[in-house]
């Protein structure tokens, strides 16, 4: 280093970093609503019936199945969300002259989310092979 050089110092926080925490909290608050709104559209379609009871062309045929096929793309579309939170939350940990506060937030936020929905999904597909007919 040259006499006079100022040494290299982090300047800001990296905006990818906290575009990934923002991207986590925002996908989680919308998870939790659609979970409402999907118990709330059940409840008012379905009421007081049987799960067993309801045959598939019913649910079809019902203005529920629009309400809740929007919830299903909801999630997944939050689901989308985490990957690219966790992408940019990566992307912003390996930049030079940035805090990484934010970035390690952002990526363990979205790393988590990411893991709890694999996880969902390894538990269900056992489930469904467990309780399949042989």
Do not use: W
């Not at 906290?18 to 925002?26: D, E, G, H, R, Y």
């Not at 999907?38 to 649910?59: N, R």
Request: overall charge positive; proline content about 4%; hydrophobic content about 55%.
């Amino acid at each position: 280093m040259e006499h006079g050089e100022a040494p290299a110092r982090r300047s800001k926080h990296s905006k990818m970093g906290v575009t990934s925490l923002v991207i986590a909290i925002l996908a989680t608050v919308a998870i939790v609503a659609l979970f409402v709104i999907a118990a709330l559209v059940g409840a008012s379609a379905f009421g007081g019936a049987d799960p067993q009871s309801i045959d598939p062309q019913s649910l079809q045929d019902s203005p529920a199945f629009t309400g809740l096929a929007l919830v299903g793309i909801g999630f997944l579309v939050c689901i989308i969300l985490y990957f690219v939170g966790l992408v940019l939350g990566l992307v912003g940990i390996f930049q030079k002259r940035r805090k990484r506060l934010f970035a390690i937030l952002g990526t363990v936020a979205n790393g988590l989310a990411v893991l709890v929905v694999v996880s969902l999904l390894v538990l269900g597909a056992i489930g469904a092979s467990v309780g399949a007919p042989q």
